[in-house]
């Protein structure tokens, strides 16, 4: 009798990758069978997020389409949106069940319903209840070569915009016995690189007594034996002490790219939004990093049309970041969620002024993220190869400081660590493999 089978498809944040893979190895310890076709397994799980309406939207049209292409299978809604509108959700006839963030690790229910009859949905809980983090060991990472792990979850901060610790929660941290546990099982199996990821990983420890620093977490990963490369998801401007910049500038473990969310260049914007800090603070850390580490790959979130967002609070935000000169930007427009505080906010912006505004920063995001590039030509770097994205194109190495670059280079070595020289052809950046990346490396020029 073959086994039944399940797949999972993931939206939104690393957190929610994370997620998938517990649910996924899961199943597959109850006998279930995975498989990447998202169209024709029996049970169909869909792993939300809800960080804006088109996330809402995107949802939905997938959870119809699933249901149109593979109308016997059972499907299962999890995950943030699930969180949020778990009645609405209960009201589409495609879906057989929903579970919350409360309970989304226990795939007991999913079992259960998955053998049994009728239409059965799970009842909504009240995620500011759950106290401690939940945390499963992976035994495997179903990617192969970067690998996310869940440090922290929820948020403490009211961001004005910001739906998610509603969804997800209060701060809540993985003790740092198990972090180091998970580092090295996915050591063993061979993967490199790890993703450190949660909602607000910045905040991790402060949930302890006495209270931990996320920078105490980066030293005992520094002070353990594992070799694996660190990357850090994001970070806000006031977690970021001068302790745990000389740490990673002296570190050969974590990686010098920080993606610190800015949201806005002006006070003005900022003070509206709830935010935890000014823009003079956000230059301060930025220029510190870069005179600590002039390499360094420096990111940023922006909010573009946040309600009362003024042409001159707009030319404020453009001129600040060009005058810090990050290396790229993810740039979002402003979404309106029911119950955040913007909500009820007074002078919402025009769609079509929030679309110009971000196709600015968007095409200065493209140029300032290729002079990165640039600037390292001639420059030998640690990259890790990224799987082929299609038959025909070249592999993709990913350097340490967040640089894509072209590479002929053979499948065996998807997964690996190498040194490459950058160089350029046309505009394009290219790598000149050099050799295997070891634990003491030369150092990068």
Not at 267 to 295: C, D, F, G, S
Not at 383 to 412: H, S
């Amino acid at each position: 009798m073959s086994r039944p089978t399940f797949a999972i498809h993931t939206m939104g944040c690393k957190l929610n990758f994370y997620d998938s893979e517990v649910i996924g190895q899961a199943l597959e310890a109850k006998g279930f069978e995975r498989q990447r076709d998202m169209f024709s397994a029996d049970l169909t799980i869909l792993n939300t997020c809800t960080v804006t309406n088109n996330s809402d939207s995107e949802s939905r049209n997938l959870i119809r389409k699933f249901r149109r292409t593979n109308p016997n299978s059972f499907i299962v809604v999890t995950g943030c949106y699930a969180q949020a509108a778990t009645q609405q959700i209960r009201a589409m006839e495609e879906v057989d069940l929903v579970t919350t963030n409360v309970d989304k690790y226990n795939v007991e229910p999913i079992i259960e319903a998955f053998h049994g009859a009728g239409h059965i949905i799970d009842e909504a809980h009240d995620i500011m209840e759950k106290r401690p983090a939940e945390f499963r060991l992976l035994e495997k990472f179903e990617a192969k070569t970067r690998a996310f792990i869940k440090i922290q979850d929820g948020c403490n901060l009211r961001c004005a915009y910001c739906i998610i610790p509603f969804v997800r929660g209060n701060n809540r941290s993985v003790p740092i016995s198990d972090i180091l546990d998970q580092l090295r099982i996915l050591e063993q199996q061979g993967i490199e690189e790890v993703v450190l990821t949660g909602i607000h990983i910045g905040t991790w420890g402060r949930d302890y007594r006495p209270r931990l620093h996320f920078t105490d977490l980066l030293q005992a990963i520094e002070d353990s034996e594992i070799q694996m490369w660190i990357r850090i998801s994001s970070l806000d401007s006031p977690e970021i002490p001068d302790r745990m910049i000389e740490l990673i500038q002296s570190s050969t473990k974590i990686v010098p790219h920080l993606h610190i969310p800015l949201q806005a260049g002006s006070n003005a914007t900022l003070r509206r939004m709830r935010r935890i800090y000014k823009v003079e603070q956000y230059r301060n850390r930025i220029e510190t990093l870069r005179r600590a580490m002039p390499h360094i790959c420096l990111g940023a979130d922006v909010i573009v049309g946040f309600p009362g967002e003024t042409d001159e609070e707009f030319a404020e935000t453009e001129a600040f970041i060009r005058e810090i000169s990050l290396d790229y930007l993810h740039v979002f427009p402003y979404s309106n969620r029911t119950g955040t505080a913007a909500a009820d906010f007074e002078n919402h912006i025009n769609g079509r002024i929030s679309k110009n505004r971000g196709r600015i920063l968007r095409e200065w995001s493209n140029e300032q993220r290729h002079a990165h590039g640039l600037r390292h030509i001639g420059a030998t770097r640690p990259a890790i190869v990224l799987p082929q994205p299609r038959a025909g194109k070249p592999f993709t190495a990913l350097t340490d400081n967040y640089i894509e670059i072209g590479l002929e280079i053979g499948p065996e070595m998807v997964g690996r660590r190498i040194w490459v020289e950058i160089e350029q052809d046309g505009t394009d950046l290219i790598g000149r493999f050099q050799r295997v990346f070891q634990a003491d490396p030369v150092a990068a020029t």
